[in-house]
Structure formats: C-alpha cells, structure tokens
C-alpha cells in the first residue's frame, strides 16, 4: 500500500505567525499536491509539485507557498498565517493518471 | 474553466435499499473521471475511475458509467450497507497534462440509517 504521511496531525497557531505542514511519501511518486478541504467546497488545490525542485499554483495559491526539496517530501508554508487558513490540509501523492494516494490530513487551527 | 457538480449535498438512505449519487462535469478535454470515498476521520480514497465512454466500472458494490453524451458520471449502488456512511467525492482530470491534478465536487454526504 503507498503511504503518505503528514505532520502535524493537529496545529494550532496564531493569526501573523507562520506554519509549515509537512508531508512525505514513498512511493517514488513525483507528483505532489497540497489540498485544502472545507464544508461545501470539497478538496481545492493549493500547490502541486512536478517533482523534486519544481513547485506549481494551484487554483488558490494565494497566501500560501511551497517546497519540493527532494521527491519524497513536499512541504507547505504560511507565512503569515490568518484565520481564514483554517481548515484540514491534504497532501497526495500521484502519477500518471493513476490513483492518487492522501495522507491522513492535518487540522489546522488559526486563532 | 473546467467544473465538477454534486447536486446533492447529503444523502440518507435506509440499509438495502439504493442509492444514486450524481455527478456531473463540465471540461473541453476528454476527461478521466474519478470518484473518491471519505470516511469519517480518514483520507480520502480511490472507489472507481473511469475514461471510457459508456462503459460501467465497478468496485466494492458500487458502479458508474461514464456519459460523455451528458457529461455525467453517477455513482451507484443497489443496497447500501451502514459502513457506506462516508462523504462520497467526484473530481475530473485531464490526461494530457502532466500534472495530473484532479478537480473535485463539493462532495455528498451519505448516511445510512438501520
């Protein structure tokens, strides 16, 4: 079975402070994605990643970056964190078409 | 821009009886569609996928046909069990882009009651 695995699996932070999510996967994938999931909105791209080095925007980048820094970890970064940035993160790994594998998603709090 | 619609947001159902979750797209490419399961507290996970015109795909008891006709890709099961109580997601991909990045519905939420 793939496994990707994120951490924290809860976090909570302050508005203006900054967070980073991790995620690490073992698949020898090399497409990486950030999701966000939201109440009525499903799952909304935030980065994806080609493969080590290569970070890409999503359909809701803004406030948001990314680092690809070697295939197996993908990491997303806020840097200003506001509370509008609560949510749960899903970080996914994929090729080709083929099934795309979630971690288990960490809650994230905004205070 | 390309879209995923899941007109229902939540779904109850009574054990054995059927079910039908809708689905419906909107892109200029032709598609592989998806449908994704999760469960309460869990990631969510692959169910079916399908990038063939009408033919039916199936996996765990539930089936979909993909209608590029209608743009539709329904997921159905004939008798619900109370372990498909789970949030039911259907997304979109393109397979000529290398990124292979999925656009997902809002998702329906079934519950199924004794």
């Known amino acids: 079975e793939a496994a990707v695995t994120q951490s924290p699996r809860n976090k909570v932070a302050v508005t203006g402070g900054k967070v980073t999510l991790s995620c690490n996967q073992t698949n020898n994938h090399n497409n990486m994605y950030w999701y966000r999931q939201d109440t009525g909105h499903g799952l909304r791209l935030i980065h994806y990643?080609?493969?080590?080095?290569?970070?890409e925007k999503g359909d809701i980048p803004d406030g948001y970056k990314a680092s690809r820094p070697s295939q197996e970890n993908f990491s997303l970064i806020l840097e200003l964190a506001t509370p509008s940035q609560t949510s749960v993160y899903f970080c996914a790994s994929g090729d080709r078409g083929v099934t795309l594998y979630f971690g288990s998603g960490t809650r994230l709090t905004v205070l | 821009g390309d879209s995923v619609t899941q007109t229902e947001g939540l779904v109850t159902l009574t054990k054995g009886l059927p079910v039908m979750l809708n689905c419906t797209y909107q892109?200029?490419?032709?598609?592989?569609l998806f449908w994704y399961v999760q469960h309460l507290n869990e990631a969510p996970k692959l169910l079916l996928k399908?990038?063939?015109?009408?033919k039916r795909t199936e996996h765990q008891g539930f089936y979909a046909t993909l209608h590029k006709s209608s743009s539709s890709f329904h997921l159905q099961k004939s008798s619900v069990q109370l372990s498909d109580s789970a949030l039911y997601f259907c997304?979109?991909?393109?397979?000529?882009?290398?990124?292979?990045?999925?656009?997902f519905g809002s998702g329906t939420q079934l519950t199924v009651m004794p």
């Open positions: 399908s990038s063939t015109d009408n």
């Open positions: 997304a979109l991909s393109d397979p000529s882009s290398g990124s292979w990045q999925l656009i």
């Open positions: 892109t200029t490419y032709s598609p592989f």
């Open positions: 990643s080609y493969g080590a080095g290569s970070t």
